[in-house]
């Protein structure tokens, strides 16, 4: 007989926790699916009656929550009585680099998998099967079972029972909603037939069986990491070709069509940029690394560390390159920054190839006007400091954030293309060059403007991967 699931907890109500659950609950009206946080705001912005306050924004969220939510979604911060009641627990907590101590920089903190998994194995009742949603390092679930193991012995009068999945998640945020409807594969790793059974039968009602993947638990932890460093290797791979075609007059557009063409590499995740940021790509690298670091492999780990050499690379190269068109010296002059979120369609800024080119021409001198249509300055000043402070006394630079492109634009000597918001698309060049400082430039990081609208205004262009005009 199969396990019956009537009751779903997810722990962990951050970009993947809320998303994932809302997609789940939109797909399985009879199933009653629980976020529980131990971050009250968080919670309380995720039971906003306004939804666009909701804490993540993602295209499409808001409707899913409009749908399901006080009918089988919920979010809640008691989280040891929704642990009791729930058959299956997703675990999607955050799982960051560790910062201090063995492994710093490197490993992966699993404080909060750790306290989960300790909260568990106290609080729920007969059998539960605990699902990894979050990116952890290969054997974790190990780690997990034994947490579970050692509850289950010293409260022996509690009839409870474990079962230990791998089920990680592949969304790409901007796109969670769509990724999560129509995923590319579902994995699932583990060894109690009758617990991935249940897991695949929920997804079964909106995946097609050949879709859902088993494997063993640690090949599953294993291939979100791998997935994870292929894909920020192509961006790498990409940013490095982008410096070559600088000097060479060759187009970036033109060779990553042409490599994209063959079917046996595709088109996708070759466009270039400022170096990826976002939450994951450098601290699962920095995991992996650190795995092949502790089994011997230091040539593996070579070859990974040089996939994040290269993004930091390409963060400083964009910052002197502006040093250098601007003369050699930023000191007070006023620089428009078009976007601060990773990439387009979130609200996310965790690890955002903004933050360090902001940090490195403040350090120059420079002023910067922020404009991001979906960040605002509370988030910005976590990682700049507070507004209009002095960024560093030798060279005075400090920011302010704008409400618009206009008014981010007036009497400034450059802008600079960050993210690739679809408004900045159509942005009124001959006014706003109108109103900067000459001689001025414009600096796209993501080729997302049209270079002649901007030239023809009398602007000088700058585009990544592309030869000087
Ligand atoms: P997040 O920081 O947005 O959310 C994690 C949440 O877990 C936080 O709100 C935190 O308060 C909560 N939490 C931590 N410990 C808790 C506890 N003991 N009880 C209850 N709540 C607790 O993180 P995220 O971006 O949602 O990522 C979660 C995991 O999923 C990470 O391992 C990440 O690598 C992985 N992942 C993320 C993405 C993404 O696009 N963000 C995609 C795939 C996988
Ligand atoms: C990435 C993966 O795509 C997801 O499959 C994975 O689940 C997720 O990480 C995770 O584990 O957190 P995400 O970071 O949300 O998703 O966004 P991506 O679209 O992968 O972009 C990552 C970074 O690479 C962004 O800064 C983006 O601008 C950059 N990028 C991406 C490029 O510079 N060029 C590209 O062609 C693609």
Not at 163 to 188: H, M, Q, Y
Not at 241 to 250: G, H, L, P, V
Not at 353 to 370: H, M, V, Y
Not at 441 to 455: A, G, N, P, Q, S
Request: glycine content about 6%; proline content about 3%; charged content about 25%.
């Amino acid at each position: 007989m199969g396990y019956k699931i009537k009751n779903i907890c997810c722990i962990g109500a951050g970009y993947v926790g809320g998303p994932t659950m809302s997609v789940f609950a939109s797909f399985c009206p009879d199933i009653k699916f629980t976020v529980v946080d131990i971050n009250s705001f968080k919670i309380d912005a995720w039971n906003e009656k306004d939804l666009s306050k909701l804490p993540v924004f993602e295209p499409g969220l808001d409707k899913l929550i409009k749908k399901c939510r006080s009918k089988n979604l919920f979010f809640s911060i008691d989280v040891e009585k929704i642990i009791s009641e729930s058959d299956l627990i997703f675990l999607s907590v955050n799982t960051p680099t560790k910062d201090k101590g063995l492994g710093a920089g490197k490993a992966s903190d699993l404080k909060w998998i750790e306290e989960s998994a300790r909260q568990i194995s106290k609080y729920a009742q007969g059998h539960t099967i605990v699902v990894e949603k979050s990116t952890v390092p290969v054997k974790t679930a190990h780690t997990i079972e034994e947490i579970l193991k050692y509850e289950k012995k010293v409260n022996s009068s509690e009839e409870k029972s474990f079962s230990v999945l791998s089920n990680p998640e592949f969304l790409s945020e901007g796109n969670a909603i769509k990724d999560l409807t129509n995923p590319d594969r579902v994995l699932i790793g583990g060894t109690d037939e009758k617990a991935i059974d249940c897991l695949a039968g929920i997804y079964l009602n909106w995946v097609k069986s050949e879709r859902i993947i088993r494997t063993n638990i640690w090949s599953s932890e294993l291939s979100k990491l791998a997935s994870n460093a292929f894909l920020a290797q192509r961006v790498s791979s990409i940013n490095s070709i982008s410096a070559i075609c600088e000097r060479t007059e060759a187009d970036i557009r033109q060779v990553s069509m042409a490599i994209g063409m063959d079917k046996r590499i595709g088109s996708k995740f070759l466009n270039t940029g400022p170096g990826f940021g976002g939450s994951c790509f450098q601290k699962d690298i920095a995991n992996l690394i650190y795995l092949c670091e502790f089994y011997n492999l230091e040539q593996v780990a070579k070859y990974w560390q040089g996939v994040l050499d290269i993004n930091n690379w390409q963060k400083t190269r964009i910052v002197n390159l502006i040093v250098n068109k601007l003369f050699g010296n930023l000191s007070s002059k006023k620089i428009v920054i078009l976007g601060f979120a990773f990439k387009a369609n979130t609200n996310d800024t965790r690890n955002s190839s903004s933050i360090e080119i902001c940090q490195g021409l403040l350090e120059e001198g420079a002023k910067l006007s922020i404009f991001d249509p979906k960040v605002d300055a509370e988030k910005i000043s976590l990682y700049l400091g507070s507004q209009e402070k002095i960024h560093s006394k030798r060279t005075k630079g400090s920011w302010t954030f704008c409400h618009s492109i206009s008014e981010a634009a007036s009497g400034s000597d450059a802008i600079l293309v960050l993210t690739e918001w679809n408004e900045f698309k159509n942005i009124d060049w001959p006014n706003i060059s109108k109103s900067m400082r000459k001689p001025s430039w414009l600096f796209d990081t993501r080729l997302c403007i049209d270079e002649k609208e901007v030239i023809k205004t009398g602007l000088n262009y700058w585009g990544i991967g592309r030869s000087p005009n």
